[in-house]
């Protein structure tokens, strides 16, 4: 067995190979370093473990709403494969792509205001996610991605919010004031949050025309939408929107120094007024109509125990 030859007596060696001679040295801690070990510098070199460290301490750019620069959308892809996919098992469950509603699980996803206040809370939030159609579902999709820059602007965390709050604030206004028999379903609520969004962070950055121009193509292409689906719902387009700019507000106005703070308590503000006008309703909603669900057909009770609509 040969022993691999040893570097000169007093020789510098690397400080993390220690069998490798160097004349070369950190221009940052001064240690000896060899070529494996350092990354060119405006003036010499670094070593490694000082590039590393640099990191480390280094503050990253971020936007006006703390996001860090730089990052990729991927909260809106994940929620477009999620609405895309729920859109196909729904026609496929009820072997028609332009009535996929014809089955017993997207009704029992969609929001029945009744049903709700009966106790089927989750309703408000996965109704956001079923669509009427190819036509409807590739209308919001396509809107999302058009408003994907939000989420680069805000953060996922604050996307986050964002697009939930828009989505049970529409729910909200759909529950809080629509009719009692009114079955919703759709993204359009949180899209409009983002719509209501976006103008909140052209007039935040002061973005030209030609900004505003692209959003107001979005709003006519949904408000088009909206008229020509008799059953997507113009008050969750309202709650959204409302909700949406609120919260929007929020995370672009908070001062810098409190940012956290501020923008959680923004956050908290506008999640309270949704449960809120929840709260408030489901009393009104069960004196009015008492109703059980037995795969499609809806039952509804009045307290005095007369029928009052089935569906």
Same mark, same amino acid.
């Given at each position: ?112 205001? %009744?049903? !709700? ?7 408000? +939030?996965? @109704? /956001?996610? &079923?669509?009427? *159609?190819? #036509? ?93 689906? %008799?059953? !997507? ?7 959204? +929107?409302? @909700? /949406?700019? &609120?919260?929007? *507000?929020? #995370? ?60």
């Amino acid at each position: 067995m040969t022993t691999p030859p040893q570097p000169g007596a007093g020789a510098p060696v690397c400080f993390r190979h220690h069998d490798r001679e160097t004349r070369i040295k950190c221009n940052r801690c001064g240690r000896s370093a060899c070529p494996d070990c350092l990354v060119d510098a405006a003036v010499g070199f670094h070593c490694v473990e000082c590039v590393a460290d640099a990191r480390r301490t280094t503050r990253r750019a971020t936007t006006v709403a703390g996001a860090e620069i730089g990052t990729k959308p991927l909260l809106v892809p994940v929620l477009i494969a999620i609405n895309v996919g729920l859109f196909v098992l729904t026609a496929a469950l009820a072997s028609n792509v332009f009535d996929n509603q014809r089955s017993d699980f997207f009704f029992s996803l969609a929001q029945y205001n %009744p049903l !709700i206040a009966g106790g089927d809370w989750w309703r408000p +939030l996965t @109704a /956001g996610f &079923l669509h009427y *159609g190819p #036509l409807h579902v590739a209308v919001n999709m396509f809107s999302l991605w058009v408003l994907r820059d939000l989420e680069l602007l805000l953060g996922r965390l604050r996307f986050a919010a964002l697009y939930l709050l828009s989505l049970l604030g529409g729910a909200a206004a759909v529950y809080a004031f629509g009719s009692l028999g009114t079955l919703a379903v759709g993204a359009s609520g949180a899209i409009y949050g983002l719509l209501g969004g976006m103008i909140v962070a052209f007039v935040r950055l002061k973005r030209g025309k030609h900004a505003v121009m692209n959003i107001v193509a979005v709003l006519g292409v949904n408000l088009v939408i909206s008229i020509s689906i %008799p059953q !997507i719902s113009l008050l969750a387009h309202l709650g959204g +929107l409302i @909700a /949406g700019a &609120l919260v929007t *507000g929020a #995370l672009l106005y908070a001062p810098p120094a409190k940012r956290t703070a501020y923008q959680a308590g923004g956050i908290a503000l506008v999640a309270v007024a949704i449960i809120g006008m929840f709260a408030i309703r489901t009393p009104q909603i069960r004196d009015e109509a008492q109703c059980t669900a037995r795969g499609q057909q809806i039952f509804c009770y009045a307290p005095s125990g007369s029928d009052v609509f089935d569906t």
